[in-house]
């Protein structure tokens, strides 16, 4: 009696395992047929392309090279709002990636452009700068707070005195290795003045307005 039951069972363990086998298999199969079908679609457009494109693709590259001086790296059919171009990539003489459009019909360049990554690379890499810059910059207030005596309400008081008006920015400042408070004050008539106090002494050590400062930024550019 009860070999009658084993045997049913052992069946159904059969024939459960082949279904349950046959599923991963037909997974695993349909995975690869997927990435195989994005292979084929892309090869199938650009045999597509190809067929509407009357220039060659050394064509293409060589009236890219006519405008923007340089080496191609990449050349590709694409449509562009449906119009049939090579994407030539070339790299100028001044080693920056440009993109330019050919027509593949008449070889007339359509459009010459920056590559996106490398704008994108750009961006990240100012960005990055950036916020270095901004760290830097903290941390040299949070040194400079450490040695100053008086606060930056009290530089302010002191700088009033000296000009009167209305204060729109204090910051600590590295004057030549003394910590001050650089207060920029808009006086009655609407001049503006920077006002260096000394953070530890609260002096008054230099009183001068944007006009000057930046013949000064002048005179050192020049």
């Known amino acids: 009696m009860k070999k009658k039951f084993l045997v049913p069972a052992l069946a ?18 349909a995975s690869s047929n997927d990435s195989k079908s994005v292979e084929v679609t892309g090869q199938q ?7 509407e ?3 060659t693709k050394q064509d293409a590259i060589s009236a890219a090279l006519k405008d ?5 790296t990449n050349t590709e059919l694409e449509d562009e709002n449906g119009t049939v171009v090579y994407g ?8 920056k990636q440009q993109d330019v459009k050919v027509d593949a019909k008449t070889g007339k360049v359509l459009k010459v452009e920056a590559d996106d990554k490398e704008e994108g690379e750009k961006g990240e890499k100012a960005e990055k700068e950036g916020k270095e810059s901004e760290a830097a910059d903290q941390q040299e207030q949070q040194q400079l707070a450490k040695s100053a005596k008086i606060t930056a309400d009290e530089s302010n008081a002191i700088a ?4 009167p008006g209305k204060v729109t920015n204090t910051e600590l400042q590295d004057e030549n290795g003394t910590a001050v408070y650089g207060v920029e004050i808009t006086d009655d008539q609407g001049k503006a003045h920077d006002v260096k106090v000394d953070a530890k002494t609260g002096k008054v050590l ?4 944007d006009d000057e400062n930046e013949s000064e930024s002048g005179s050192e550019e020049e």
């Open 68 to 72: 923007v001086a340089g080496k191609a």
């Open 206 to 209: 230099n009183v001068g307005t």
């Open 88 to 95: 030539v990539s070339v790299t100028d003489n001044k080693g």
């Open 160 to 163: 009033l005195k000296e000009v």
């Open 53 to 55: 494109a009357t220039i």
């Open 45 to 51: 457009e650009q045999q597509q392309l190809a067929k």
């Open 12 to 29: 159904a363990a059969i024939v459960g395992g082949g279904v349950a086998g046959s599923l991963v298999n037909s997974s695993a199969f």
